[in-house]
């Protein structure tokens, strides 16, 4: 909000009142009038520091930046010494994305007045997206000290610990958050972001369901349900079906028209393939998008590259060369993307987020391209009817599969994905269980797929390998108190704390697969299979029991296992699971002889086969162009 100023830089007489008329229209957002009187001012008074100030915020409001940046620029300089004028271009300049001229201008602030919570707020903010977490935490630290109901830097501060895996601190900061403002739907969304994050998926969904109830227009929330209810062990493929086609429901109200029939494609020149993703990066989704953007055929293909990736890194780096086109549109409004994707004259546009965080369906519900399809980041439908086709494969999504999608389902020959390993791989060692005398079970994957029907089956298969261990790694695991609630629950079943190994978070790949050396043999999880971790640790030689679920989000490890021709090692029930795991267990020769061949077995496989996985996906591309 405006302040009301009264105690004017320059007290010229005559200029007094004319700059509170134009503060008065200022406030009440007729910025045509307060311009024109900020204007009177300086053609009298060419250095009027408030008239300076104040007609770069009308020019910031109506998002004539290039002037607004002058104005608050002259005033910051004329002025060094006024806190206010160099807080609102450190603001200014945060908003145009110089985050080191914000820091800059942010710190003097500080400087001149200690007490500038604002100016922590936003310090805090620009050091969470340098990725220096701990110096974040302490700006909103210091704001929260000033101001202790400042609900923006407790909730920061919140996801700031959320990122440290500090998650009980974090949640006392949603807590606090709640107590000031019972209506806050972003501290109960990220309550929920915690208790999934940690596996108690019961608890997060309550917190979502609370968020969802407070704040019904946020599609995200709704989709925080969707991505988390795949979690739960005891939930129908039709009711999973029934709540995606809800959320096309709920959300048609985003749309503030019909979205107008699409553009059908031109024949005479090159494919337009957009592909839109926040995890054009060092992430699941880019380890199987970087290779086929790489392979496309650009004599044939023009590829678009919508990246909503919020902090780029080096696969990032390597996407956008690879890429005819990159669109960075983080930040950038739905309407807007709509009419760069329109004006781009995009044929098929390609969902690779589906649910999962920072979704950008409300795009897909305004259909800007003839022909949309989902693939890749999410194991269910998107319940849009406006999204043509989703790409699967016949494991993953067998016949009979197709009436729990709105979408049509295409089954990709062999499986669905094509992984791109990294560039430098760790060596491979011998089978652990030669050297310790005894086998490492082991599972790197997310905690919420933990859940308490594995936990039971995992013990079940140490019980009947006494001398075995279980290694299970996992982010959360940096959290003392998360390790010891695991600990207690396997306790519950029957297995000691001796017989864990529980470790959190490795901060480079080659270090994370190099942990794959520890393990004897990998358990996938269920309901809800592992894919990244299937790959590597079947890269790092390590074979991988899984159990096929009902769904897709259950038979990806089938699917994996299957391509590479290991279909002996996917159980079919829990019995079965712990038989694949004993047997492959009694044989360490055997075992061995599995550890040094699977990774020579995996890359010259159909998985890792970027350029005829690509080929067969161009063809799809084309044949639907024609149907259309």
């Given at each position: 909000?405006?302040?009301?100023?009264?105690?004017?830089?320059?007290?010229?007489?005559?200029?007094?009142?004319?700059?509170?008329?134009?503060?008065?229209?200022?406030?009440?957002?007729?910025?045509?009038?307060?311009?024109?009187?900020?204007?009177?001012?300086?053609?009298?008074?060419?250095?009027?520091?408030?008239?300076?100030?104040?007609?770069?915020?009308?020019?910031?409001?109506?998002?004539?930046?290039?002037?607004?940046?002058?104005?608050?620029?002259?005033?910051?300089?004329?002025?060094?010494?006024?806190?206010?004028?160099?807080?609102?271009?450190?603001?200014?300049?945060?908003?145009?994305?110089?985050?080191?001229?914000?820091?800059?201008?942010?710190?003097?602030?500080?400087?001149?007045?200690?007490?500038?919570?604002?100016?922590?707020?936003?310090?805090?903010?620009?050091?969470?997206?340098?990725?220096?977490?701990?110096q974040a935490a302490n700006?909103?630290?210091?704001?929260?000290?000033?101001?202790?109901?400042?609900?923006?830097?407790?909730?920061?501060?919140?996801?700031?610990?959320?990122?440290?895996?500090?998650?009980?601190?974090?949640?006392?900061?949603?807590?606090?958050?709640?107590?000031?403002?019972?209506?806050?739907?972003?501290?109960?969304?990220?309550?929920?972001?915690?208790?999934?994050?940690?596996?108690?998926?019961?608890?997060?969904?309550?917190?979502?369901?609370?968020?969802?109830?407070?704040?019904?227009?946020?599609?995200?929330?709704?989709?925080?349900?969707?991505?988390?209810?795949?979690?739960?062990?005891?939930?129908?493929?039709?009711?999973?079906?029934?709540?995606?086609?809800?959320?096309?429901?709920?959300?048609?109200?985003?749309?503030?028209?019909?979205?107008?029939?699409?553009?059908?494609?031109?024949?005479?020149?090159?494919?337009?393939?957009?592909?839109?993703?926040?995890?054009?990066?060092?992430?699941?989704?880019?380890?199987?998008?970087?290779?086929?953007?790489?392979?496309?055929?650009?004599?044939?293909?023009?590829?678009?590259?919508?990246?909503?990736?919020?902090?780029?890194?080096?696969?990032?780096?390597?996407?956008?060369?690879?890429?005819?086109?990159?669109?960075?549109?983080?930040?950038?409004?739905?309407?807007?993307?709509?009419?760069?994707?329109?004006?781009?004259?995009?044929?098929?546009?390609?969902?690779?987020?589906?649910?999962?965080?920072?979704?950008?369906?409300?795009?897909?519900?305004?259909?800007?391209?003839?022909?949309?399809?989902?693939?890749?980041g999410y194991p269910d439908?998107?319940?849009?009817?406006?999204?043509?086709?989703?790409?699967?494969?016949?494991?993953?999504?067998?016949?009979?599969?197709?009436?729990?999608?709105?979408?049509?389902?295409?089954?990709?020959?062999?499986?669905?994905?094509?992984?791109?390993?990294?560039?430098?791989?760790?060596?491979?060692?011998?089978?652990?269980?030669?050297k310790n005398g005894y086998?490492?079970?082991?599972?790197?994957?997310?905690?919420?797929?933990?859940?308490?029907?594995?936990?039971?089956?995992?013990?079940?298969?140490?019980?009947?390998?006494?001398?075995?261990?279980?290694?299970?790694?996992?982010?959360?695991?940096?959290?003392?108190?998360?390790?010891?609630?695991?600990?207690?629950?396997?306790?519950?079943?029957?297995?000691?704390?001796?017989?864990?190994?529980?470790?959190?978070?490795?901060?480079?790949?080659?270090?994370?697969?190099?942990?794959?050396?520890?393990?004897?043999?990998?358990?996938?999880?269920?309901?809800?299979?592992?894919?990244?971790?299937?790959?590597?640790?079947?890269?790092?030689?390590?074979?991988?029991?899984?159990?096929?679920?009902?769904?897709?989000?259950?038979?990806?490890?089938?699917?994996?296992?299957?391509?590479?021709?290991?279909?002996?090692?996917?159980?079919?029930?829990?019995?079965?699971?712990?038989?694949?795991?004993?047997?492959?267990?009694?044989?360490?020769?055997?075992?061995?002889?599995?550890?040094?061949?699977?990774?020579?077995?995996?890359?010259?496989?159909?998985?890792?086969?970027?350029?005829?996985?690509?080929?067969?996906?161009?063809?799809?591309?084309?044949?639907?162009?024609?149907?259309?």
């Open positions: 909000m405006l302040p009301l100023i009264l105690n004017l830089v320059n007290q010229t007489g005559m200029l007094q009142p004319i700059m509170l008329e134009a503060i008065r229209w200022h406030k009440k957002g007729s910025f045509d009038k307060a311009e024109r009187l900020y204007k009177k001012v300086l053609t009298i008074d060419p250095d009027h520091g408030d008239a300076l100030h104040l007609l770069g915020l009308v020019y910031t409001a109506v998002n004539q930046n290039e002037k607004a940046e002058i104005n608050l620029e002259k005033a910051a300089v004329l002025y060094p010494d006024n806190p206010l004028f160099l807080f609102d271009l450190g603001v200014f300049k945060l908003k145009m994305g110089d985050n080191e001229a914000a820091e800059k201008y942010l710190k003097n602030t500080l400087a001149l007045q200690h007490d500038h919570f604002r100016a922590l707020l936003y310090l805090g903010d620009i050091s969470r997206k340098k990725g220096d977490y701990l700006y909103y630290k210091q704001a929260v000290s000033i101001k202790k109901d400042f609900i923006p830097a407790l909730c920061n501060l919140g996801t700031t610990y959320i990122e440290l895996t500090r998650y009980t601190e974090a949640i006392e900061c949603y807590e606090k958050t709640i107590d000031i403002a019972p209506k806050q739907a972003e501290a109960y969304n990220n309550l929920g972001l915690i208790y999934a994050k940690t596996g108690d998926i019961e608890k997060a969904l309550s917190y979502y369901k609370k968020a969802h109830q407070l704040n019904p227009g946020q599609h995200l929330i709704y989709s925080n349900i969707l991505m988390y209810s795949h979690y739960l062990t005891t939930i129908s493929n039709d009711d999973m079906f029934y709540l995606h086609k809800q959320f096309q429901e709920e959300y048609r109200k985003l749309l503030t028209e019909e979205p107008p029939p699409p553009a059908k494609c031109v024949s005479n020149r090159k494919l337009r393939i957009g592909y839109i993703s926040a995890d054009f990066r060092v992430h699941s989704v880019g380890y199987f998008i970087e290779p086929i953007i790489a392979a496309h055929d650009k004599n044939e293909f023009e590829i678009f590259c919508y990246s909503d990736t919020p902090v780029p890194d080096e696969t990032t780096a390597r996407i956008k060369d690879s890429a005819s086109v990159w669109r960075p549109i983080n930040g950038i409004d739905t309407d807007t993307v709509f009419s760069m994707v329109k004006d781009d004259r995009i044929d098929i546009l390609v969902d690779l987020a589906g649910h999962t965080e920072n979704n950008r369906l409300p795009l897909f519900m305004k259909k800007p391209a003839p022909v949309q399809i989902t693939y890749l439908t998107t319940g849009l009817t406006s999204i043509d086709y989703r790409l699967t494969d016949a494991c993953a999504d067998p016949e009979g599969s197709e009436r729990f999608y709105t979408e049509k389902l295409i089954r990709l020959e062999n499986c669905f994905l094509c992984y791109r390993p990294p560039d430098v791989l760790p060596a491979l060692s011998d089978t652990p269980g030669l086998i490492t079970f082991g599972s790197f994957n997310n905690l919420p797929k933990i859940n308490n029907v594995t936990i039971n089956v995992w013990s079940d298969l140490l019980n009947r390998l006494p001398d075995s261990k279980l290694y299970l790694k996992t982010k959360p695991f940096d959290d003392l108190h998360i390790r010891k609630k695991y600990t207690q629950l396997f306790h519950d079943h029957g297995i000691s704390s001796d017989r864990l190994i529980l470790k959190g978070h490795n901060y480079t790949t080659e270090r994370h697969l190099i942990e794959y050396n520890s393990v004897d043999i990998a358990l996938d999880t269920f309901p809800y299979n592992g894919t990244t971790t299937t790959f590597e640790a079947l890269l790092m030689g390590v074979p991988v029991v899984s159990l096929a679920g009902t769904c897709h989000a259950g038979r990806v490890g089938r699917s994996i296992l299957s391509a590479l021709g290991m279909t002996d090692l996917v159980s079919q029930n829990h019995e079965e699971y712990i038989d694949i795991a004993l047997n492959l267990a009694k044989d360490i020769t055997a075992l061995n002889n599995i550890h040094l061949q699977l990774r020579e077995n995996l890359l010259s496989s159909v998985l890792c086969d970027a350029v005829t996985f690509t080929k067969n996906l161009e063809a799809i591309y084309k044949k639907l162009m024609q149907n259309t």
